[in-house]
């Protein structure tokens, strides 16, 4: 017989968050009107210009990346190991401003409402952070640092992203870099990770070398550690960062399009992001190739919402400073 006592035991999910946050990690909502007088301003963006024959395959990335860290909401003021401290030091705000209304049939409307929210949290005070999205969502970002100053793009990447254009696009997700590299705000340019083979031919990489590309490979990586990246950012510059989720393995990241065995790990992905906090301040992060229904277990969206993280923490000690 039972004792009185006796009661099953409690599910793991008690443990957490009883109330999964439906903002990122809980963290207040505003409008990007709103955000812009935060301090760090989080938005979402399903796709930017999708090529017809993949469509907005990332759509319910920032969805999905909101919900993998939901259950931790309520430990978002907690010790964090990775950033040795609380999330956010103490008076430094952020919050969510929710995603745009993307038309993935509307990629000019698209581009323009990326290009617009992120002009107007730069126009108050807050550092945008963009959840995206495929990776042709860098590109209507970048265009809104026009007349801001001059920036260095630290791009982490399985792929170089110069194609020229692709099924007759020019502002698709193999363009980015190339189109970064044709901002005249943009004075340089340190792609990191890149292995195996994607979409770029020999003569797109020559192109890049040419223009003063720095690369390291992630094979590069591997060999001789970060410091040769973070080398090559120059010490005081503004810095765009665009994380790729492809960059990391998919042991740690499944749930990419173009899976490939050699990435990055975790922890050379935080270091790194770490280490380009200490020479250049970061000026925006943006997160995207994410893609839900090739996750695993959800293990790709937390680890990606870590990613955030830590990017919303380090900018956070900037601002802080």
């Known amino acids: ?14 443990l957490e968050s009883s109330t999964p946050a439906t ?17 760090i301003a989080i938005f979402g963006a399903a796709t930017a210009t999708p090529y017809p024959a993949v469509g907005a395959y990332c759509a319910g990335a ?42 993935p049939d509307d990629s000019a409307g698209n581009r323009a409402k990326i290009t617009d929210a992120a002009r107007t949290l730069l126009d ?39 194609r020229d254009e692709v099924q007759g696009i020019r ?22 990770g890149a292995r195996g083979t994607g979409s770029a031919r020999v003569a797109d990489f020559e192109d890049a070398r040419a223009a003063e590309v720095t690369f390291v490979t992630a094979r590069e990586v591997a060999m001789h550690g970060i410091q040769p990246a973070l080398d090559a950012i120059p010490s005081g510059a503004n810095l765009l960062i665009t994380l790729d989720c492809d960059a990391l393995d998919p042991a740690v990241i499944p749930g ?18 770490h280490g380009a906090a200490r020479r250049a301040r970061i000026a925006a992060f943006d997160l995207v190739e994410f893609m839900p229904e090739r996750d695993i277990g959800r293990l790709g ?3 990606a919402a870590r990613l955030l993280v830590n990017a919303i923490g380090l900018i956070g000690r900037q601002r802080a400073s």
């Not at 017989?1 to 008690?14: C, E, H, I, K, V």
């Open 301 to 303: 969206a937390l680890t």
């Open 171 to 192: 502002l698709g997700l193999s363009s980015t870099m190339r189109r970064a590299s044709e901002m005249a705000w943009i004075e340089r340019i340190v792609q990191v």
């Open 1 to 14: 017989m039972p004792t009185d006592n006796s009661r099953a035991p409690a599910p793991l999910g008690a």
């Open 256 to 273: 990419v399009m173009a899976r490939s065995p050699g990435g990055l790990t975790y922890w050379q992905t935080v270091e790194l992001l």
């Open 62 to 103: 920032p969805q999905a990346i909101r919900a993998g860290i939901a259950h931790r909401a309520e430990a978002r003021d907690h010790m964090d190991f990775d950033l040795g401290g609380r999330m956010l030091p103490d008076g430094v705000t952020a919050v969510d401003c929710g995603d745009l209304a993307i038309t």
């Open 23 to 39: 903002t990122f990690l809980g963290l207040p909502w505003a409008t990007l009107a709103g955000g812009a007088n935060a301090a």
């Open 124 to 162: 108050g005070r807050a550092v945008p952070v963009l959840v995206g999205g495929d990776d042709s969502v860098p590109i209507p970002l970048f265009h809104a640092f026009e007349g801001r100053g001059a920036f260095t793009v630290l791009q982490i990447d399985a792929h170089i992203d110069w």
